[in-house]
């Protein structure tokens, strides 16, 4: 059972055209992100949501929108997209609380698989 | 303005041998670090972490370090094996803010 899982996997698109990217969590976690890794491998967050609500957003264009319908699931939708929106997008989910045991697994991060977002 | 920095792109380690991949930070806010373990086309998986008021934890094969004088953590693995190829990617939080700020990542090639 896929912990963090995201589709599409693989998303070839036109400038200018409007596409969705969901992401589903089924470990309870309270909270969900989005990062864009680049073509420099630079892992950078993009957006947070705690129980639905936006906690972080970290300055990216307003062409992007989170969407949270639920603590499960969290959907990123680009608008107008551009040539330097290409990049590979990475949902995670974390429980913000220690496990049992100590701190060791403390605000671990799950990762789902990525969608390749390719711009032509 | 790179919070996180990983300075070597790549680190090659003969089988059974120790790898050590270093992670230096900038913020003195950080509390809590993470070290993530990524295969090509899959997401990051978690290995191991250290909340700033240790110097060092241990999970098998894995070690972290921390010396916050020095703003400096790293991965010890020993020994290292051909499974243990992948990018290493240190990270680094300040508790409470949801915010995580990734290095760039030290590619490991474990030789047989």
């Known amino acids: 059972d896929t912990a963090v899982s995201q589709t599409p996997k693989y998303l070839v698109t036109q400038m200018g055209n409007d596409k969705s990217i969901k992401c589903e969590q089924n470990?309870?976690?309270?909270?969900m992100y989005w990062y864009k890794q680049d073509s420099k491998k630079f892992l950078k967050i993009m957006f947070s949501y705690n129980n639905k609500e936006l906690i972080i957003n970290e300055t990216v264009p307003n062409r992007f929108s989170p969407k949270s319908p639920d603590k499960a699931h969290l959907n990123l939708h680009i608008n107008s997209l551009e040539l330097g929106d290409s990049a590979v997008y990475f949902c995670?989910?974390?429980?913000?609380?220690?496990?049992?045991?100590?701190?060791?697994?403390?605000?671990?991060?799950?990762f789902g698989p990525g969608t390749r977002l390719t711009v032509l | 303005d790179q919070q996180v920095k990983q300075n070597s792109p790549s680190l090659s380690v003969q089988e059974g041998r120790i790898s050590i991949l270093n992670c230096d930070y900038t913020?003195?806010?950080?509390?809590?670090f993470l070290w993530y373990k990524k295969y090509p086309a899959e997401g990051p998986t978690f290995l191991i972490s250290?909340?700033?008021?240790?110097d060092k934890n241990e999970d098998g094969r894995f070690t972290v370090f921390l010396n916050k004088s020095a703003k400096h953590l790293s991965l010890h693995i020993v020994p290292s094996q051909p499974g243990d190829s992948a990018v290493y990617f240190c990270?680094?939080?300040?508790?409470?803010?949801?915010?995580?700020?990734f290095g760039t990542g030290t590619r490991l090639k474990v030789l047989a």
């Open positions: 990270a680094a939080t300040h508790s409470g803010t949801y915010k995580y700020i």
């Open positions: 995670a989910s974390s429980q913000e609380v220690p496990t049992s045991g100590g701190a060791s697994s403390y605000n671990e991060q799950f």
């Open positions: 470990l309870g976690h309270d909270t």
């Open positions: 250290i909340s700033s008021i240790k």
């Open positions: 913020n003195s806010m950080f509390d809590y």
